[in-house]
């Protein structure tokens, strides 16, 4: 069976400072990893997959198929990134949001 | 164009009893799933469907079922209502495989 680890519940950064979500993978296949992100009183929604390999709000994730991970990065935090976030597992590569096994997410706070 | 719309938004129900929800997709959407959100297990796959079939399942009980329509729309019930049932229902809608899922807003339920 596939899991998805956050091992940070919080993670606090001041403004302008890196962020470095982590996230770690079991799966003995080939698996398609998301992150999403849920903004306060806003619904969840797709931040990116590493299938597109495509940055989005400055957010970029590398999939490390040797240490099974997916680590979310922005160079410089901005306020507006506060927020919570999910890293997922589909287990069909290519399938997009199919059958998504989620991690406990990982708020972030962004102070100014 | 309107997102995916879940009704009820809340529910209070008493154990025992079975309750059903319901979940209207983006236009042109075919695949609809459901998870459920709790704050010890976090969101976890309930089921999926697709073109009115259900192409996948969760570890759930057999109290939980679901449903889709001609339309689309779909519904879960969950019978013989248990504390523990619980939970805030995430409904996602997807046109098809590897294309993104949108997120409904989703129903939270309590049961006493």
């Known amino acids: 069976a596939q899991r998805v680890t956050q091992p940070e519940k919080l993670l606090s950064v001041f403004k302008g400072a890196p962020v470095e979500l982590k996230c770690n993978y079991s799966y003995s296949g080939s698996p398609e990893l998301f992150w999403y992100v849920q903004y306060s009183r806003q619904r969840l929604q797709l931040l990116l997959r590493h299938i597109s390999r495509e940055s989005i709000k400055g957010f970029t994730a590398d999939l490390n198929k040797g240490e099974t991970s997916f680590h979310l990065k922005k160079p410089f935090a901005q306020e507006e990134d506060s927020a919570m976030y999910y890293c997922?597992?589909?287990?069909?590569?290519?399938?997009?949001?199919?059958?998504?096994?989620f991690g406990k997410g990982t708020k972030l706070s962004v102070i100014p | 164009k309107a997102g995916v719309t879940q009704t009820p938004r809340y529910l209070i129900k008493t154990r025992g009893q079975q309750v059903t929800l319901s979940c209207s997709p983006i236009?042109?959407?075919?695949?609809v799933s459901w998870y459920q959100q709790t704050p010890g297990q976090g969101l976890q796959f309930l089921f999926e469907y697709f073109s009115e079939t259900q192409r996948n399942k969760g570890n759930f009980p057999g109290r939980f079922s679901g449903r889709q329509f001609s339309n689309s729309r779909s519904e879960m019930n969950v019978s013989t209502l248990e504390l523990g049932d619980s939970a805030l229902y995430l409904c996602?809608?997807?046109?098809?495989?590897?294309?993104?899922?949108?997120f409904g807003q989703g129903t939270r339920l309590t049961v006493v």
């Open positions: 996602a809608s997807s046109w098809e495989l590897n294309t993104e899922a949108f």
């Open positions: 997922a597992l589909s287990p069909y590569s290519g399938a997009g949001s199919y059958q998504l096994t």
């Open positions: 236009s042109g959407h075919r695949s």
